[in-house]
């Protein structure tokens, strides 16, 4: 049972537009959605993180989107660059993100064309 | 202040053998998790370590894996008898006391274990 879909699988996006990457779960309890951005042969790399008291949380021009009572969550990437060219993973956790195991959705893999 | 530390970063083995990964937390972090990621999908959680305790090994695989991570030195992965479905990358992520505020799980570069 996957607990966190995501989707797209894949997004090609032009320099300057506008990535959007989608998140839904299903177990009310988690209270944690970080996003991960993952280059080729490299770990992820937090890039922004949202709990549930919060609808929306932006750092530059990354912007997380959160509609509790839909549970699912977004990512936007603003004026998208080719160096944001990298696999983006959702996660969700029950116990905030420092005492129990992350759930990941599948990833997005994102092509930002110049 | 160094990043999580794996090692080694590739480790090749033949079916039946026996593969040891490393992790190293940040400096500080008391909390270590291992994740497994098959090409092309997402990263799916092991266990869950503190210092000389396993707190959760809920998605760690009955048989042939074990976990530790001991009062002194590195969390150690050990998958006996490989099989060719254990090819896989391996993450370790470490995170801080737990304290409100500090969730963020740091990852490691990761191991590339191919078995032959």
């Known amino acids: 049972q996957q607990q966190v879909k995501q989707s797209p699988q894949s997004l090609i996006v032009q320099k300057g537009g506008i990535s959007i990457i989608n998140c839904a779960y299903e177990?009310?309890?988690?209270?944690?959605f970080p996003w991960y951005q993952q280059f080729p042969g490299k770990g992820p790399a937090l890039l922004i993180a949202?709990?549930?008291?919060?609808s929306e949380k932006k750092e530059g021009r990354f912007t997380i989107s959160f509609n509790k009572s839909a549970k699912q969550f977004s990512l936007h990437i603003m004026d998208s660059q080719p160096g944001d060219s990298a696999t983006y993973f959702c996660?969700?956790?029950?116990?905030?993100?420092?005492?129990?195991?992350?759930?990941f959705g599948k990833g997005t893999k994102l092509s930002v064309k110049p | 202040n160094a990043g999580v530390m794996q090692n080694p970063r590739h480790l090749v083995r033949r079916r039946g053998q026996e593969a040891r990964l490393r992790c190293s937390p940040m400096?500080?972090?008391?909390?270590v998790y291992w994740y497994r990621q098959l090409p092309e999908e997402g990263l799916k959680f092991m266990v869950y370590?503190?210092?000389?305790?396993?707190?959760?090994e809920s998605g760690m695989p009955k048989e042939r894996f074990s976990a530790e991570f001991p009062k002194e030195g590195p969390s150690i992965l050990r998958i006996q008898q490989v099989v060719r479905g254990d090819s896989a990358a391996y993450f370790c992520?470490?995170?801080?006391?737990?304290?409100?505020?500090?969730?963020?799980?740091?990852f490691g570069p990761g191991t590339r274990l191919t078995v032959l």
């Open positions: 949202i709990r549930p008291d919060v």
């Open positions: 992520a470490s995170s801080p006391t737990g304290l409100a505020g500090e969730d963020e799980q740091f």
């Open positions: 177990n009310t309890a988690f209270d944690y």
């Open positions: 370590l503190q210092k000389e305790n396993i707190i959760d």
């Open positions: 996660a969700a956790s029950m116990n905030g993100g420092s005492q129990g195991n992350l759930i």
């Open positions: 400096k500080g972090h008391s909390h």
